[in-house]
């Protein structure tokens, strides 16, 4: 018997993120570090679901009985999609267990009720609200790109963040730009553009809640072929995008020698992949 197991990528932050006719609007990316859900083989199972993956599930009746190995890579409190990935993997696996097919919007839609959630479910990239889960845009197109990822030991509790629509540090009618020059990029399939997006909607977010050395990290990372800078919008973590993991070595040779390098001790390459939640063949 195939043992069901799922997995879902995390993200370095969003890619973006604007409100739009009094609507927030974000486009999340996936990276290398995921997380893991499987029916466990033995009947006890060491591993320990959180509230939010619990809470998740309860829209499933008779699987009380299952055990679960749980495993994931992303790191809690700074951005990485990890609550939204975890919520994904319990919704996915169990809909696999009753034979139910849910799309990924659907999922989406779901943890959005538990909280504000993430785009990573999607293989393809796309723009949801991340208050009701509901698709606003979504793209064929997969640009060949790497991000060098910037994560700090500090945490943000996201949900006792203000949202953008409820601070006035927060530029919300200059936002909705960045929506409109996603959807342009992406039709002219223009990586130049699409790192515009991302370093404007980073800056925009820095007036709400401020990363230590943006505008430092930004100097150096075009210095070094980066096509632009995304942040954690209600996060700490901070994402370099690359054209080519062959810049990596000599950005970080860089990174490493200014003080920045003590506020980010965790530095690490990930190509930007195109998953999304799904079944792992086994």
Known sequence: MTK????????????FQCVVGGEEYLLSYGIVQ????????????????????????????????LVFDYHTDLPIGKG?????????????LL?????????AEALTKICSTIEPSDSVAFKDWTVVNPLTGEVVFQTSWKPNLWVYILEPRDTVDTLSLPRMTETKTYPLETSQELFIRFVKACEE?????????????????NRRLPKPYLEEIIAISEKHGSIGVNVAHSGTVLGILLP??????????????????SYYQDRRL?????????????
């Not at 060491?46 to 998740?56: E, P, R, V, Y």
């Not at 399939?189 to 977010?205: D, I, P, Y």
């Not at 990930?270 to 086994?282: A, D, K």
């Open 4 to 15: 069901l197991s799922v997995s879902c990528p995390g993200s370095c932050g969003e890619l």
């Open 34 to 65: 995921k997380s893991y859900l499987c029916l466990a083989e033995h009947e006890k199972s060491h591993s320990m679901l959180g509230q939010k993956m619990t809470k998740a599930m309860r829209g499933f009746t008779d699987v009380e009985h």
């Open 80 to 92: 990485c999609s990890s609550s939204t990935a975890d919520m994904l993997v319990a919704l996915k």
């Open 95 to 103: 809909s696999l267990v009753k034979h139910q097919e849910v799309s």
């Open 189 to 205: 399939e223009n990586v130049v553009k699409l790192g515009q997006v991302a370093t404007r909607s980073a800056r925009f977010n």
């Open 244 to 261: 080519a993991k062959e810049l990596a070595q000599a950005l970080e040779e860089e990174l490493a020698g200014h003080p920045l390098a």
């Open 270 to 282: 990930s190509p930007i992949i195109f998953e999304g939640v799904r079944q792992i063949e086994e």
